[in-house]
């Protein structure tokens, strides 16, 4: 049963909706086109390295990846075969990716940091000819991938890299049949473009195929939902190995001629801030959460927090009786220290906690949430953007936790999911489905795998959610998490940890069902804060029995407003945090039977969690050659 359809709502504040192929090119090659033709001159990516500033036009990435490209093909690259690209963001990781697409061969995009036998897994599954790393990567990863016809080192090689050759090398390679050879490759737009790995918080990474068409048209929903422009400032501190920053950093962003900045280290994220002054910022919730956590803690330090908990008054006060968010101006020093020019942030990767929206809110800084898939390039659905909705009304308070409408060109659906006992005609509830061109053909040597997400030419996203008069989506859980009681009853984990993550005493939390003496039962893994619970204690070093105290206590506070059934039946502690993808999902797949909480081992990895948090490590001083 097909319930419930979302279709794309229209708003006087949506993006350029121009819709000439120009504008929306189909393959990347195209793209890079595009990039030189429109923007030649003007700056698209920056990246500051040994303090100084490196600046690429779109007349330099249509040029390098060209280059590159060709010296790819002299090496004997072929359409189809796999590369992986393993490596921190950077101006490289785009024309290394922009490189191998023109070639007709397909981009393997891998997070740098993953264990060797993380990476030696998918590089087997994804069959590849040839990697481009970093020198960091290479040098664990060597080894484990000598079978490959090439290794490629991205940036300035070193002892380490046992004389592999450097991009700039590759791009040297690159002789006149080499460059005949590229030209007379045509690359379609229904050609394979990445295999995309995905995160695994369930089990094992499956490996995404998606199109040069699946992009391309997730660019032209996207653009048609939210603004970008030329005038346009975007900060990317998200792996782009995700397909979310991806997007974003190397197709919306250019085609609109907006400028890209690339930060690597998430300490760094206000200086850097400050220097650009983003007009958009990208961000996971955990990315959000740390944020607001380091305002406060700055302001703490200040000695400033009754004078910022005076202009919260303000600000809500003024809400109430007007409507009108005036958070941009009595908190002016705060929006100064982030740039002074943000318009939006967006959040994506994972469900985001309405409080922290609210948060943020109140500060004058409106944070949108949209949804996605890899398996759809991966954008389903987004709030739109509207200044005046946001900054006259409360237009966006009473749809906190909504992902939006559906994207242009997207529909998006419920079904009955009856091996959970959810009916949508009953609850009002079921998984969601989506179609749309920017839907993946399914996973790279998977068949049996590709054919359980379809139904038809609709996509199972496995997600559960309900779809309210407007069209809004609202995600409730994942159906295969959700937690059947005895009773018949349904609990959604992710509302439960939404809601007991709003704990300062809560750094990690966990929900799932477990048998216990025959019978269901909601269950809680919980690391705890050890400086929020040392405060509360008075000081000292908290003892097993008083932490666990202090979560119980603070347990039926954060679920006094939730029905009985969904509470937390019983918690368990855990003394190390719990395991996360590189967005900051927990990893569910990951987490272990069994746990225990000693005192000494929570606080040696507290330390560690804060040291890793602590100052950024200082840029290197220009060298004497560079």
Not at 248 to 268: H, K, Q, S, W, Y
Not at 531 to 543: K, M, N, R, S
Not at 567 to 579: G, H, N, S
Request: glycine share 8%.
């Amino acid at each position: 049963m097909v319930l419930g359809i979302s279709r794309p709502t229209h708003d006087e504040a949506t993006a350029d909706t121009r819709t000439h192929d120009d504008l929306y090119p189909a393959t990347f090659a195209e793209h890079l086109d595009h990039l030189r033709r429109t923007w030649n001159d003007k700056v698209l990516f920056q990246q500051k390295q040994r303090r100084q500033w490196q600046r690429h036009t779109g007349a330099d990435i249509y040029r390098d990846a060209h280059n590159l490209a060709a010296g790819l093909v002299a090496r004997g690259l072929q359409p189809g075969e796999r590369v992986l690209l393993v490596m921190e963001n950077g101006y490289d990781w785009v024309r290394a990716y922009y490189a191998i697409v023109l070639t007709g061969a397909v981009a393997v995009p891998i997070y740098f940091d993953l264990k060797p036998h993380e990476i030696a897994a998918m590089s087997r599954h994804a069959d590849p000819a040839m990697a481009i790393l970093s020198p960091k990567p290479y040098s664990r990863l060597r080894e484990h991938l000598a079978q490959l016809r090439a290794l490629i080192v991205a940036g300035e090689p070193g002892e380490d890299t046992h004389g592999a050759p450097s991009l700039d090398e590759i791009a040297g390679e690159a002789s006149e049949d080499a460059r005949r050879t590229l030209a007379s490759r045509t690359v379609r737009p229904d050609d394979l473009a990445s295999i995309v790995f995905t995160s695994g918080t369930s089990g094992g990474a499956k490996g995404v195929m998606l199109t040069h068409r699946n992009f391309m048209v997730n660019n032209r929903q996207m653009r048609a939902c939210i603004p970008f422009n030329e005038r346009d400032r975007v900060v990317i501190v998200l792996p782009m190995h995700h397909a979310f920053p991806f997007l974003v950093a190397v197709v919306i962003a250019p085609v609109a001629g907006a400028e890209i900045t690339f930060e690597n280290d998430l300490r760094r994220i206000r200086d850097r801030m400050a220097e650009v002054k983003p007009t958009i910022f990208l961000g996971v919730p955990a990315l959000f959460e740390v944020m607001y956590r380091n305002i406060l803690h700055s302001i703490e330090v200040q000695g400033r927090m009754e004078t910022f908990e005076k202009g919260l008054r303000i600000v809500e006060a003024t809400k109430k009786r007007t409507g009108i968010n005036i958070g941009r101006i009595v908190f002016r020093e705060l929006h100064k220290r982030l740039g002074g020019s943000l318009r939006f942030m967006v959040s994506g990767g994972a469900a985001l906690n309405p409080q922290v929206a609210l948060d943020f809110s109140r500060l004058g800084i409106a944070i949108i949430q949209g949804w996605g898939l890899s398996e759809a390039s991966p954008g389903l659905s987004i709030q739109r953007w509207s200044p005046r909705k946001f900054y006259m009304s409360n237009y966006y308070e009473e749809r906190l936790g909504s992902i939006g409408p559906a994207i242009e060109g997207v529909e998006v659906a419920l079904i009955d999911v009856p091996e959970k006992e959810l009916y949508v005609n009953i609850h009002g509830e079921g998984e969601l489905i989506a179609r749309g061109d920017n839907i993946t053909p399914g996973y790279w040597r998977a068949p049996e795998e590709s054919a359980a997400i379809k139904m038809g030419d609709w996509l199972r996203t496995g997600d559960v959610g309900r779809i309210d008069d407007e069209g809004n989506i609202w995600i409730t859980g994942r159906s295969k998490f959700v937690i059947v009681l005895d009773s018949g009853e349904k609990v959604h984990p992710d509302e439960l940890e939404e809601c007991i993550e709003r704990s300062r005493l809560v750094q990690d939390v966990l929900v799932f069902g477990r048998k216990v003496r025959g019978k269901t039962q909601v269950t809680a893994l919980i690391y705890p804060n050890r400086d929020e619970a040392v405060a509360l204690l008075g000081g000292g070093d908290p003892t097993h029995d008083a932490v666990a105290e202090l979560v119980d206590r603070d347990l039926a506070v954060q679920q006094r407003d939730l029905a009985q059934y969904k509470r937390v039946a019983e918690f368990i502690l855990t003394d190390e945090p719990l395991p996360r993808t590189p967005i900051r999902k927990v990893m569910r797949g990951a987490v272990r039977d069994a746990y225990s909480f000693d005192t000494e081992r929570w606080a040696a990895s507290w330390q560690a969690l804060q040291d890793a948090l602590a100052t950024p490590e200082p840029e290197p001083e220009e060298s004497a050659t560079a």
